[in-house]
Nanobody, 122 residues
Framework: QVQLVESGGGLVQAGDSLRLSCAAS????????MGWFRQAPGKEREFVAI????????SYADSVKGRFTISRDNAKNTVYLQMNSLKPEDTAVYYC???????????????WGQGTQVTVSS
């Protein structure tokens, strides 16, 4: 089972940028589809971005398209989420997750990190 640790969250102002990182354990990282999800207080966990095992395919939620970029470095067992032009509505706990299929629903993923808090002030 892959183990994931997110980092890079923090408190920023609207319009700022952050880069989240998710470090994975194990030697099979390159075989996983990786996703980023987020959960705001009182809301359900929602899909943010997904990247294929090779990095050739990516998809984004409409709310972040054009502002966020997902990438991965299989040599470093790490997936990233570059977040630009942050908005207060991006405030949430951000989770990375590992799965086997290129799907955007959370129940397709079975390896989850502990989350990192992102707070965007107006």
């Amino acid at each position: 089972q892959v183990q994931l640790v997110e980092s890079g969250g923090g408190l920023v102002q609207a319009g700022d940028s952050l880069r989240l990182s998710c470090a994975a354990s194990g030697r099979t990282f390159s075989t996983y589809v990786m996703g980023w999800f987020r959960q705001a207080p009182g809301k359900e966990r929602e899909f943010v971005a997904i990247i294929s095992w090779s990095g050739d395919a990516t998809s984004y939620a409409d709310s972040v398209k054009g502002r966020f970029t997902i990438s991965r470095d299989n040599a470093k067992n790490t997936v990233y989420l570059q977040m630009n032009s942050l908005k207060p509505e991006d405030t949430a706990v951000y989770y990375c997750a590992a799965g086997r299929r290129y799907r955007i629903t959370a129940n397709e993923y079975y390896g989850w990190g502990q989350g990192t808090q992102v707070t965007v002030s107006s």
